[in-house]
T-cell receptor, first 116, second 116 residues
Framework: AQKVTQAQTEISVVEKEDVTLDCVYE???????LFWYKQPPSGELVFLIR??????QNEISGRYSWNFQKSTSSFNFTITASQVVDSAVYFC?????????????FGTGTRLLVSP | SQTIHQWPATLVQPVGSPLSLECTVE??????LYWYRQAAGRGLQLLFY??????ISSEVPQNLSASRPQDRQFILSSKKLLLSDSGFYLC???????????????FGPGTRLTVT
């Protein structure tokens, strides 16, 4: 069975602080994909990143960076110099490749509150 | 570019009434389509997915059904709503399986359903 754990239910930071959102996953698939989605107060899920299990290079996109460590089954997300607009619920998700369709398994999400 | 629409945005329905939520995708052909439900303060649960017209798979037994009458149209229905059907319903699409990007799902704006 596949599982995604986001142990941090809610994080509060002050603007300009750096913040890391943790994600730990479980899967028996040898090939899989990991994702992060952002859900702002409007409700729509916004795709942020997809990472292939064979690619352990860290990725940086502006103030966002992702650290994928296969040895610890973690895919953590860091926001540098946080801004109020970063306030949202962030979901980590996993998709194996051994099923007949692309099923996403989501974590329960981490609510990030960035105050001015 | 591709866009996904859902309506209505919000809905308040009494227990026992029927339900019909609609999702349409523009700018792509033969997408895979998904219905998710997000209960208050919780993660996303996959309800149905479809790989083609008339092809519906259900992930969990429930009071809901889905149909795909056209290539880019996905409908979520119920004959008699229960209180437990309240939640935020999200439709998503992905490109058909065959390329890496097929594992990315793109979400619509969602429908907030309250059953009273």
């Amino acid at each position: 069975a596949q599982k995604v754990t986001q142990a941090q239910t809610e994080i509060s930071v002050v603007e300009k602080e750096d913040v890391t959102l943790d994600c730990v996953y479980e899967t028996r698939d040898t090939t899989y994909y990991l994702f992060w989605y952002k859900q702002p107060p409007s409700g729509e899920l916004v795709f942020l990143i997809r990472r292939n299990s064979f690619d352990e290079q860290n990725e940086i996109s502006g103030r966002y960076s992702w650290n994928f460590q296969k040895s610890t089954s973690s895919f953590n997300f860091t926001i540098t110099a946080s801004q109020v607009v970063d306030s949202a619920v962030y979901f980590c998700a996993l998709s194996g490749t051994n099923t007949g369709f692309q099923k996403l398994v989501f974590g329960t999400g981490t609510r990030l509150l960035v105050s001015p | 570019s591709q866009t996904i629409h859902q309506w209505p945005a919000t809905l308040v329905q009494p227990v026992g009434s029927p339900l019909s939520l609609e999702c349409t995708v523009e700018g792509t052909s033969n997408p895979n389509l998904y219905w998710y439900r997000q209960a208050a303060g919780r993660g996303l649960q996959l309800l149905f997915y479809s790989v083609g017209i008339g092809q519906i798979s259900s992930e969990v037994p429930q009071n809901l059904s889905a149909s795909r009458p056209q290539d880019r149209q996905f409908i979520l229905s119920s004959k008699k709503l229960l209180l437990s059907d309240s939640g935020f319903y999200l439709c998503a699409w992905s490109v058909p399986k065959g390329e890496e990007r097929s594992y990315e799902q793109y979400f619509g704006p969602g429908t907030r359903l309250t059953v009273t």
